[in-house]
């Protein structure tokens, strides 16, 4: 018996359907492993992964995602400085930056809004479509020079 589907497919989300590029920075190798994994099962393709400032740097620049994702808490370093260094440097290109953290949001709300990112995730609810939500909500589009899907 071959197993078949009646009705049309669900709706797939746009991270799905484009590959959004992705660039993640934490200090944290297990976080690194787990959320690539996640990502990349969600449709999005994760570019490079960084653990420190000067790996992000470098890698904004060469890689120019789409998204970067940066932990609150980069060991002695703070994300929301590399967040400003991101955006400051014009060699780095690193799309639309998202803060992540296992804590909660209310605890860094004011940062967060002093801040050049366009949102937060928490680290435990990271998923393509908690990106895609975010990205929507700032309305202007995903990658450089395109806009969402339908």
């Known amino acids: 018996m071959v197993a078949s589907r009646?009705?049309?497919a669900p709706p797939?989300?746009?991270p799905d359907l484009v590959g959004l590029r992705c660039l993640i920075v934490d200090d944290n190798r297990g976080f690194l492993r787990a959320a690539r994994a996640v990502l990349e099962?969600?449709?999005m393709r994760v570019v490079g992964i960084a653990s420190t400032c000067a790996e992000a740097v470098q890698f904004a620049a060469e890689l120019h995602p789409d998204v970067t994702l940066?932990?609150?808490d980069l060991g002695g370093d703070s994300g929301f400085d590399l967040a400003r260094q991101l955006v400051d440097d014009p060699r780095?290109?690193?799309g639309h930056l998202i803060m992540v953290s296992a804590y909660s949001e209310d605890e860094f709300l004011d940062l967060i809004e002093a801040s050049p990112v366009i949102g937060f995730v928490r680290k435990s609810a990271l998923s393509a479509e908690a990106i895609d939500q975010l990205l929507r909500a700032v309305?202007?589009?995903y990658r450089r020079g395109e806009t969402p899907g339908p």
Do not use: F
């Open 139 to 141: 309305g202007d589009g």
């Open 70 to 72: 940066l932990d609150i």
């Open 6 to 8: 009646n009705g049309p």
């Open 92 to 94: 780095a290109d690193p």
């Open 12 to 14: 797939r989300s746009y």
């Open 41 to 43: 099962q969600e449709g």
